[in-house]
T-cell receptor, first 115, second 114 residues
Framework: AQKVTQAQTEISVVEKEDVTLDCVYE???????LFWYKQPPSGELVFLIR??????QNEISGRYSWNFQKSTSSFNFTITASQVVDSAVYFC????????????FGAGTRLTVKP | DGGITQSPKYLFRKEGQNVTLSCEQN?????MYWYRQDPGQGLRLIYY???????QKGDIAEGYSVSREKKESFPLTVTSAQKNPTAFYLC?????????????FGPGTRLTVT
């Protein structure tokens, strides 16, 4: 069975602080995909990143970076110099190797960035 | 602009009534999905469809029904058999069958049943 755990329910930071959102996953598949989505107050989930299990390179996109570590089954997301517009719920998700039908989402982390 | 449209954004119904939520996409995606989101929880899969005229149950299909008569459209009916229908419903689509691609989401419909 696949499972995604986001232990941090809510995080509050002050603007310009760095913040890391944790994601731990469980799967028996050797090939799998990990995702991060952002859900702003409007409700629509916005795709941020997809990473396959064979690619452990960390990725940076502007103020966003992702740290994938298979040894600890973690796929953490860091926002550097946070901004008020980063306030949202962030979901980590895991999908098996064959199709998207078994995508599992974590419970989400609500990030509030205060001015 | 390509995207996924869900309407309406807010929907109110009386208990015992069936209600249909609309989902349309113009991304030419093969696969479409319906998720339910409850406060403090992640998304749970209700139904999915990989091709026209075919759909499969997800984890929480009881009390729901769908149809896929056109590639662009995947409406969800919440029936009176659904015990706790009040929730936020999200429709999504992805590009290809038999492979892993990110899903693109619509803006969601918040359903309140009283």
């Amino acid at each position: 069975a696949q499972k995604v755990t986001q232990a941090q329910t809510e995080i509050s930071v002050v603007e310009k602080e760095d913040v890391t959102l944790d994601c731990v996953y469980e799967t028996r598949d050797t090939t799998y995909y990990l995702f991060w989505y952002k859900q702003p107050p409007s409700g629509e989930l916005v795709f941020l990143i997809r990473r396959n299990s064979f690619d452990e390179q960390n990725e940076i996109s502007g103020r966003y970076s992702w740290n994938f570590q298979k040894s600890t089954s973690s796929f953490n997301f860091t926002i550097t110099a946070s901004q008020v517009v980063d306030s949202a719920v962030y979901f980590c998700a895991l999908s098996g190797s064959y199709n998207n039908n078994d995508m599992r989402f974590g419970a989400g982390t609500r990030l509030t960035v205060k001015p | 602009d390509g995207g996924i449209t869900q309407s309406p954004k807010y929907l109110f119904r009386k208990e015992g009534q069936n209600v249909t939520l609309s989902c349309e996409q113009n991304l030419n995606h093969d696969a479409m999905y319906w998720y339910r989101q409850d406060p403090g929880q992640g998304l749970r899969l209700i139904y999915y469809s990989q091709i026209v005229n075919d759909f499969q149950k997800g984890d929480i299909a009881e009390g729901y029904s769908v149809s896929r008569e056109k590639k662009e459209s995947f409406p969800l009916t919440v029936t009176s058999a659904q015990k706790n229908p009040t929730a936020f419903y999200l429709c999504a689509s992805s590009t290809r069958l038999g492979s892993i691609h990110e899903q693109y989401f619509g803006p969601g419909t918040r359903l309140t049943v009283t």
